[in-house]
T-cell receptor
């Protein structure tokens, strides 16, 4: 089982709709969770971080965390063509091997 | 302008050659990291350093070497022992490991390495 799993996609969403990206992780000791956006040929940029159960909203982005289910998601409301990118889920555990573990990413395409 | 600078942007390696990728940060971050990304893959950790003059192997350290002589600099050498070096190499840094926002890693623009 991979430590951090994401559906690789591609995920196609019409412009203006809600895009839903999902991520599961295996380490129950994980404490910090991040979503990075990566445009083709570019480096990842942080778009959301979440540390406690529940929802965290920032503009059109909402991160949702459920530690009991070991599940973190990213919702993008009013999707724009500029949201087309690969979204990487990253999980940090403070216990044992302290490192950030990345999923393989979900490629999102917003259809105009 | 604070940030992480990687150079060069593109690099070509000949057979049997060692090449060094540069990573410099002026964010006063303690920890620095090197990742490798292959097409369609996530990021895999090569080496990391949490303090000057100390570094640890990541998941795929074989064929790579690093040094951390200054807080600002963390160069990566891809040695001839790395038989499949073609990839996108990313350097990252964060303030320190701990809780919450301290774990946020910021990335440089990357170096794309190819074999001639």
């Amino acid at each position: 089982q991979k430590e951090v799993e994401q559906n690789s996609g591609p995920l196609s969403v019409p412009e203006g709709a809600i895009a839903s990206l999902n991520c599961t992780y295996s380490d129950r000791g994980s404490q910090s969770f991040f979503w990075y956006r990566q445009y083709s040929g570019k480096s990842p940029e942080l778009i959301m971080s979440i540390y406690s159960n529940g929802d965290k909203e920032d503009g059109r982005f909402t991160a949702q965390l459920n530690k009991a289910s070991q599940y973190v998601s990213l919702l993008i409301r009013d999707s724009q063509p500029s949201d087309s990118a690969t979204y990487l889920c990253a999980v940090f555990s403070n216990f044992g091997n302290e490192k950030l573990t990345f999923g393989t990413g979900t490629r999102l395409t917003i259809i105009p | 302008d604070g940030g992480i600078t990687q150079s060069p942007k593109y690099l070509f390696r000949k057979e049997g050659q060692n090449v060094t990728l540069s990573c410099e940060q002026n964010l006063n971050h303690d920890a620095m990291y090197w990742y490798r990304q292959d097409p369609g893959q996530g990021l895999r950790l090569i080496y990391y350093s949490q303090i000057v003059n100390d570094f640890q192997k990541g998941d795929i350290a074989e064929g790579y070497s690093v040094s951390r002589e200054k807080k600002e600099s963390f160069p990566l050498t891809v040695t001839s022992a790395q038989k499949n070096p073609t990839a996108f190499y990313l350097c990252a840094s964060n303030h320190e490991t701990g809780t919450g926002a301290k774990n946020i890693q910021y990335f440089g623009a990357g170096t794309r390495l190819s074999v001639l």
